[in-house]
């Protein structure tokens, strides 16, 4: 999907539409329709976090059918080529000429930087360089030096490698340097947070490499920006245009001074013993500080000079809060409505049952994500693996209810109904090892006063107490569906006094007294 919300961000920042086109994996035909079309609608960043793609879309473009799916024609290339030998033909006129035979054979055409880049890359051509000046705060480049550092295990002997992160500030050249112990995602969010940290502000532009932790899908014209990657660059307010691939001269700043803070720092560190990361980026510290007040010698100043009189003023602020790494996974909701996140379980609602979601994991909290839209959250677990977090409204709600069985919530129905079902529900409770055996049975019985009624069920239980201190549900049950508990104390002592009136009475005479 178009990510609207980013490409309204950016350019409320004053980035231009080509490179919004490179961040937000569109053409700028795209970014153009948008910001008039949001321009129209007074439709301005910032927007509400709750506010979608797909709920801007629908605001924007309401009536918009256009089919993504549709195939375009794919051009001759090599006929292309041919005809732009010949004098006076350019990729403007044959692409005029695509476009005609594309409408004539009812076939969706390439755009034009489309065609353009297509036949560039067929054509491989050298490209002749330029000299691009930067604007004081513009851009920051960002890589992985190619030499590494060193680090001794204290314990073994073992050497360990350190990977080296450089940040350069493309105006000033003033630059960030720190060892991390992998290349990984947490190490590649952690040396930016840190790098912002130590410029003091943030770039409107990042330039990284196309590594996988910063860009997922490697491509000139439309490359996917890793989504952790991407999320911390909203946080720092700032738009991810990665360098082309095998293009050094894309972010030539961070490939020159990689090659130069391998000598300077690396290099001038290789005698030394280092035991530990903290003692390494101490020393790098020291270094780095030299080197960025080392003077140009084809330019007045040093990094440091121009940074502070030229640049830091004009970086943007820094968020009030630094970025939390944040790492996002894929997870599919089992029938016992958990996800599983490093060993620990996770509910979700129950609705979403064999769907795939998305995870959001931080330090402190996972948050469940569906079609883009937050379904949940909790705080994480550690310790003991296979720990269950649960929240009880995502459960069905005859889960719900078993959860609610406890011995004083039966207690307190039975004392609603009468004194001996109260009596007959503690009987039952105290009749097995483990009173939870006894819930079900209690359940049952309480749910005989819905088919007999609250009065029945009381004199059933009086009637069952009335022949064992103990009587159980199948006794209860029995009563009621004889209709015992109808027959009332009143009634059986009549029918004793009329066995008195009516019965035969043996007289002194009958047993031979006088």
Not at 101 to 129: D, G, I, V
């Amino acid at each position: 999907m178009t990510k609207y919300r980013e490409i309204l961000r950016l350019y409320s920042q004053g980035i231009s539409q080509r490179s919004i086109a490179l961040s937000c994996e569109c053409s700028r035909n795209t970014v153009s329709k948008i910001v008039a079309r949001a321009k129209e609608l007074n439709i301005t960043w910032p927007l509400s976090s709750e506010i979608t793609d797909g709920e801007l879309e629908k605001k924007l473009f309401p009536n918009s059918q256009q089919s993504t799916t549709v195939p375009r024609k794919y051009p001759d290339l090599e006929y292309i080529h041919k005809e732009l030998a010949k004098n006076s033909v350019t990729l403007r006129l044959l692409w005029s000429e695509y476009c005609e035979e594309c409408r004539l054979s009812n076939e969706l055409p390439l755009m034009y930087s489309q065609f353009c880049y297509h036949y560039q890359q067929f054509a491989e051509k050298k490209r002749a360089t330029m000299h691009i000046p930067r604007k004081p705060g513009e851009q920051i480049e960002v890589d992985w030096a190619g030499q590494t550092a060193v680090i001794v295990d204290r314990d073994t002997g073992e050497i360990i490698s350190a990977y080296v992160f450089v940040g350069v500030l493309s105006y000033s050249q003033f630059s960030y340097v720190e060892a991390f112990l992998s290349q990984d995602q947490e190490s590649w969010i952690s040396a930016h947070v840190n790098m912002y940290r130590f410029f003091g502000g943030v770039s409107r532009i990042l330039i990284p490499d196309n590594l996988k932790t910063g860009v997922e899908k490697v491509s000139w014209y439309t490359p996917v920006i890793n989504k952790t990657y991407h999320e911390m660059a909203e946080h720092y307010d700032t738009a991810v245009i990665p360098a082309r691939v095998r293009k050094p001269k894309d972010k030539p700043n961070a490939e020159g001074t990689v090659g130069i803070i391998s000598t300077w720092i690396i290099a001038a560190l290789r005698k030394q013993k280092f035991f530990s990361l903290q003692e390494l980026n101490v020393a790098i510290k020291e270094k780095l500080h030299t080197f960025n007040s080392k003077p140009f010698q084809k330019r007045e100043g040093s990094r440091t000079s121009i940074f502070l009189e030229e640049e830091k003023s004009l970086l943007l602020p820094l968020p009030t809060n630094p970025y939390e790494l944040a790492v996002w996974k894929q997870a599919t909701v089992q029938f016992n409505y958990h996800i599983t996140v490093d060993k620990m379980h996770y509910s979700v609602p129950y609705e979403y049952i064999k769907h795939k979601v998305d995870v959001r994991v931080t330090r402190n909290v996972i948050e469940v994500f569906y079609h883009n839209h937050r379904i949940c959250s909790h705080p994480r677990l550690y310790g003991r693996a296979g720990q269950y977090s649960t929240n009880d409204a995502h459960m069905p709600e005859d889960h719900q209810n078993y959860l609610q069985w406890n011995a004083e919530r039966f207690l307190s129905w039975a004392e609603k109904i009468g004194p001996n079902t109260n009596i007959t529900v503690k009987s039952i409770l105290s009749s097995h090892k483990v009173e939870q055996q006894g819930y079900r049975s209690c359940m049952a019985l309480l749910k005989l006063a819905d088919k007999y009624s609250v009065p029945r069920l009381e004199a059933a239980c009086k009637k069952a107490l009335s022949y064992t201190p103990h009587p159980s549900f199948k006794s209860v049950k029995t009563i009621l569906s004889t209709g015992q508990d109808k027959v009332t104390e009143e009634q059986t002592v009549k029918t004793n006094d009329d066995s008195a009136n009516y019965g035969f009475t043996r007289g002194a005479d009958y047993y031979g007294r006088k």
